[in-house]
């Protein structure tokens, strides 16, 4: 009996180390692999990209030090897993929350010398911004700084471009291309379900951007338009970009649901709606389809606009998009 204890307890100890060897061999292996691709990242440097301004923007290594100048691009570089190299972010930057702890640079009027204190080793810019402020991200090159100006996108595709950009700028161009690969099978998911919609259930949408007394809305070219053809619904809107309607014109094309995407900034958005002078005849107002989506997700050109697309379908066909 006291051999079979002895034996017990060998065979029990022999277990233990076989396990902890085990554990031992497969963190070896996930810090060989760690080691494997921070050794190819670096070894994609260094780089060079063509911006949206068509300046050859050289990077000499992969930046440690990442100051983001608009909210999309911050959204995209915590996408890409650099939350820890983002040391700037403008002040409208909120999302994701990691972002309200990061040094602030200003808004629209940037400040340089807090951008070059923080001593990035990539700034990224923005094309929508760019030709307003090239004095201020002249001084940036000036001091040193490598500054890329990401294109400002207005389509899915373009928004994948960006992505992309910022990947092998930030040296994680397989994240980048997996990001871009999830993103476009979850909007084929929403098109494949969008294209059950019969013919006869297809709904008429008008998208309020801004609110009356100076009603904006999206029309052709334009990322909401992308999205309602994306759900197979119809934009009201013929015009191109973000033309300001007359109210009557809105009650006359008689959308089938109205869509507001300025809740966050204005008090009781689709209340408003439904107590306009003349509105209440609007089919979406009389069969209480007016709906409020978040307006970051449906116009940041970031990771979280095919979120943006469901959420709008939801509003629009939320028998369908449940």
């Given at each position: 009996m ?5 034996l017990?307890?060998?065979m029990?100890?022999?277990?233990g180390?076989?396990?902890g060897?085990?554990?031992s061999?497969?963190q070896?292996?996930q ?14 440097f260094?780089v060079t990209i063509k911006d949206a ?7 000499e290594?992969k930046p440690e030090?990442?100051v983001?100048?608009?909210p ?5 570089a915590?996408?890409?897993?650099l939350g820890?190299e ?14 309200a702890?990061?040094?602030?640079i200003?808004g ?16 990224l810019a923005?094309?929508?911004?760019a ?5 201020g991200?002249q001084q940036?090159r000036d001091?040193?700084?490598t500054v ?8 899915f595709?373009?928004?994948?471009e960006?992505?992309e ?5 930030a040296?994680v161009?397989e994240d980048a291309?997996q ?8 909007l084929?998911?929403i098109?494949?379900?969008a294209?059950?919609i019969k013919?006869?259930d297809?709904?008429s949408?008008?998208?309020e951007?801004s609110?009356a007394p100076?009603?904006y809305?999206?029309?052709?070219d334009?990322f909401?338009?992308?999205?309602l053809?994306?759900i ?10 973000w033309p300001?309607m ?5 009650i ?7 869509i507001?995407?300025h809740g966050y900034y204005t008090?009781?958005?689709?209340g408003n709606?439904i ?6 005849d609007?089919s979406?107002?009389?069969?209480k389809?007016v709906?409020?989506?978040d307006?970051?997700?449906v116009?940041?050109s ?5 979120e943006?697309?469901?959420?709008l379908?939801?509003?629009v ?6």
């Amino acid at each position: 009996m006291k051999k079979f204890y002895s034996l017990l307890l060998a065979m029990l100890l022999a277990a233990g180390v076989l396990a902890g060897c085990g554990e031992s061999a497969e963190q070896s292996k996930q810090k060989a692999e760690e080691g494997q691709k921070a050794s190819e990242e670096e070894s994609a440097f260094p780089v060079t990209i063509k911006d949206a301004l068509d300046n050859e923007v050289v990077i000499e290594s992969k930046p440690e030090r990442i100051v983001s100048m608009i909210p999309s691009n911050t959204e995209i570089a915590f996408g890409l897993g650099l939350g820890q190299e983002v040391v700037g972010v403008s002040d409208f930057d909120n999302y994701p929350a990691e972002a309200a702890e990061k040094e602030k640079i200003g808004g629209m009027e940037f400040n340089v010398e807090k951008i070059i204190s923080l001593n990035p080793d990539l700034v990224l810019a923005h094309a929508s911004s760019a030709h307003n402020s090239e004095a201020g991200l002249q001084q940036l090159r000036d001091a040193g700084v490598t500054v890329l100006v990401v294109n400002d996108a207005k389509s899915f595709e373009q928004v994948f471009e960006s992505i992309e950009m910022i990947g092998i700028a930030a040296g994680v161009k397989e994240d980048a291309e997996q990001l871009v690969a999830d993103m476009k099978s979850k909007l084929d998911e929403i098109k494949t379900k969008a294209q059950r919609i019969k013919e006869d259930d297809r709904q008429s949408v008008f998208v309020e951007v801004s609110p009356a007394p100076e009603i904006y809305t999206a029309g052709k070219d334009t990322f909401m338009d992308e999205m309602l053809s994306a759900i197979n619904a119809e934009n009201i809107i013929t015009e191109e970009g973000w033309p300001k309607m007359d109210p009557e014109a809105i009650i006359e094309r008689n959308p089938d649901v109205i869509i507001t995407t300025h809740g966050y900034y204005t008090e009781d958005a689709v209340g408003n709606i439904i107590s306009r002078d003349g509105w209440q005849d609007i089919s979406a107002v009389k069969n209480k389809q007016v709906a409020d989506v978040d307006s970051d997700m449906v116009t940041r050109s970031g990771p979280r606009i095919i979120e943006g697309v469901e959420e709008l379908a939801k509003a629009v066909y939320p028998d369908v998009f449940k």
